[in-house]
T-cell receptor
Framework: DAGVIQSPRHEVTEMGQEVTLRCKPISGHDYLFWYRQTMMRGLELLIYFNNNVPIDDSGMPEDRFSAKMPNASFSTLKIQPSEPRDSAVYFC??????????????????FGPGTRLTVL | QQQVKQSPQSLIVQKGGISIINCAYENTAFDYFPWYQQFPGKGPALLIAIRPDVSEKKEGRFTISFNKSAKQFSLHIMDSQPGDSATYFCAAGAGSYQLTFGKGTKLSVIP
């Protein structure tokens, strides 16, 4: 399996432009997460989906951010219009549950390589 | 109550030494505590995880110690190697499938 795939890896845009980040989760995973990582705030959860349905978008910073998951193999995060303070690394992750040695289950999230967004 | 506090922010350890990173949480509903490792230019990857029914879990040179009453857990890296230099994140999850992450610790292991 190729793992979680994100594109583009780097995006440089000017303030006010629309930005679309793309994610292909690992096949068979039923949850998809979008995170934003900055030095100041660390790793923040923006939104997550279960079976393509948005479950919690309370981490989306404002209405300029939107996310969709039209099918099980594709999701987008859109920023319109973009602002310099949106500059960050955006990660997509998908989830697998697997059994632990103690009889319980673990909830492992697999992260993509991230998209480094720079808004000038 | 959702916060996970991680310390230190950065850590320098000599090769062969023990690296220790600490995390504390408030939400008693958390029941899953993973540690993620992130190398520059890469996404975080699961390193080791523990549930609160055990006080310690060891995988190779990596050990999680968990103190339920103190609401603290820590990562110990024994015989630290330069290849362990990375940023480490603790996290906590409860019921739902989202995780709350600590701010991260940048570990540098010097020869």
């Amino acid at each position: 399996d190729a793992g979680v795939i994100q594109s583009p890896r780097h995006e440089v845009t000017e303030m006010g432009q629309e930005v679309t980040l793309r994610c292909k989760p690992i096949s068979g995973h039923d949850y998809l997460f979008w995170y934003r990582q900055t030095m100041m705030r660390g790793l923040e959860l923006l939104i997550y989906f279960n079976n393509n349905v948005p479950i919690d978008d309370s981490g989306m910073p404002e209405d300029r951010f939107s996310a969709k998951m039209p099918n099980a193999s594709f999701s987008t995060l859109k920023i319109q219009p973009s602002e310099p303070r949106d500059s960050a690394v955006y990660f997509c992750a998908s989830r697998q549950i697997h059994a632990s040695g103690g009889g319980g289950t673990y909830n492992e999230q697999f992260f993509g390589p991230g998209t480094r967004l720079t808004v000038l | 109550q959702q916060q996970v506090k991680q310390s230190p922010q950065s850590l320098i350890v000599q090769k062969g030494g023990i690296s220790i990173i600490n995390c504390a949480y408030e939400n008693t509903a958390f029941d899953y505590f993973p540690w993620y490792q992130q190398f520059p230019g890469k996404g975080p990857a699961l390193l080791i995880a523990i549930r609160p029914d055990v006080s310690e879990k060891k995988e190779g040179r990596f050990t999680i110690s968990f103190n339920k009453s103190a609401k603290q857990f820590s990562l110990h890296i024994m015989d630290s190697q330069p290849g362990d230099s990375a940023t480490y994140f603790c996290a906590a999850g409860a019921g739902s499938y989202q995780l709350t992450f600590g701010k991260g610790t940048k570990l540098s292991v010097i020869p």
